[in-house]
């Protein structure tokens, strides 16, 4: 039987998602581990993509295969009942046979943080990135429009690959929520470091640091040197992943 | 000169607020640690009261006598910088020299979050109380209406005092905020653990383990052990001390 999990995290003590070796210390792993014991054998299971270490979810989709002695409830709480306190399932439902975590994505949803206050972040200090200065939203709104569409967003990207880097991205919405700034990005998929290298740039352009037409210029000249930092994990949350 | 800090503390890796001989690891001692280097010398700080280890605050506020070579600004800057990331100074203000933190206030609030889902409880696991069953909010809300006004809380108290037990409650207020209840308690003081045993009263309450008459009864018989349970202190948070 193949079951969808949707998955919630708070990733602060972890690696990541991916199962990395011998390694407990992945969000996969922690789960592969409770449902390998519920089943009697090893269980491998697929999650929509990657998540950084640090980084959260609320909304992460994983694929996997069980023998189906259990009911989807049965499931759930089993696994909820073994897995640490920071990781928990929040649905489980039987799947179409061909239903698969990352290839029948449609689109993903990542929230990121920004405290926006000079007053101290306490206790959203391991959920919001806390910059020393305080960038203009207004500016950033207005820049983040050049990320919408098609693009190749390899300078938007850590690390070589050989497959395509041209992604979609649907929608971006900043709101200004409390002492926060939350920036909503939609699209159809994300590269490594993707959004953290989005907000790393709207930060600089943000902070006065770099023009606000210079995301148009990146998307054409594709140089990862010449796109912004690479914003810090904790302020970043992968809400939904949508299947049609 | 004599000041006023508004100060608010993440206080899950603490002993509570007083500091304790030796040990460092309560807020008190943390917040007089760098004031003392800031002075040059052992600097003691006055709170409007203790919270238990594990509770938190966002508004809990203390009075200090120093140098004046520093203004207000200034000082909450420093006191800042050095603070561990789960402490932090909301203001600092000038205070005229009879201003005591404890001794001068008028009414404090606390609130109670109670976890009222059955999904896990990721992200506010350290912030809420989670039990296992959830409670019937409205049978809880009638049922705080009998601590209101002045009363013995002699059973709602741990420890024994030779002082007054007697407090004026003037509002409870319990709101439903997405998948908690939130419980705020005003009142002109609070004796050891009172708003953890009230909580853990109109939890049983709520759960059917216990009248809803059951509280009216406890004020006149004055009995800890007949009161319920302290309720875990990860929920508690000191939301503001009032000065008239």
Redesign the interface.
């Known amino acids: 039987m193949n079951y969808k999990l949707t998955i ?3 990733g602060t003590r972890y690696r990541g998602w991916q199962r990395l070796g011998d390694s407990g210390q992945t969000i996969q792993g922690k789960i592969e581990a409770v449902l390998s014991r519920m089943e009697g054998r090893t269980v491998e299971i697929s999650g929509s993509g990657r998540t950084d270490a640090g980084a ?1 979810a ?1 909304g992460q989709v994983a694929t996997v295969q069980l023998s189906g002695d259990r009911g989807p409830k049965e499931i759930k709480d089993y696994v ?1 009942f073994y ?1 640490p ?6 649905s489980v439902e039987e799947a179409p046979p061909r239903f698969h975590a990352r290839l029948s994505s449609s689109w993903k949803t990542y929230r990121y943080r920004i405290w926006m206050s000079s ?5 959203e ?1 391991k ?1 919001c990135y806390c910059p020393e200065r305080i960038p203009d939203a207004e500016i950033m709104r207005e820049a983040a429009q050049q990320f919408l569409g098609t693009h190749d967003f390899r300078a938007f990207h850590t690390g070589k690959t050989k497959k395509s880097t041209v992604r979609t991205i649907y929608s971006i919405e900043l709101l200004q929520v409390g002492p926060e700034l939350q920036i909503f990005f939609t699209g159809d998929g994300f590269l490594y470091n993707m959004v953290r290298i989005m907000v790393g740039t709207l930060l600089e352009i943000g902070w006065g640091d770099r023009p606000a037409k210079d995301i148009a210029r990146l998307l054409t000249q594709q140089e990862r040197a010449q796109a912004g930092f690479t914003a810090p994990p904790q302020g970043l949350c992968l809400m939904e992943v949508v299947y049609l």
Chains 1, 2 share one sequence.
């Open positions: 919630a995290y708070d959260h609320m909820n897995l306190e920071d990781i928990g399932i929040l007053q101290p972040c306490i206790f200090r959920y």
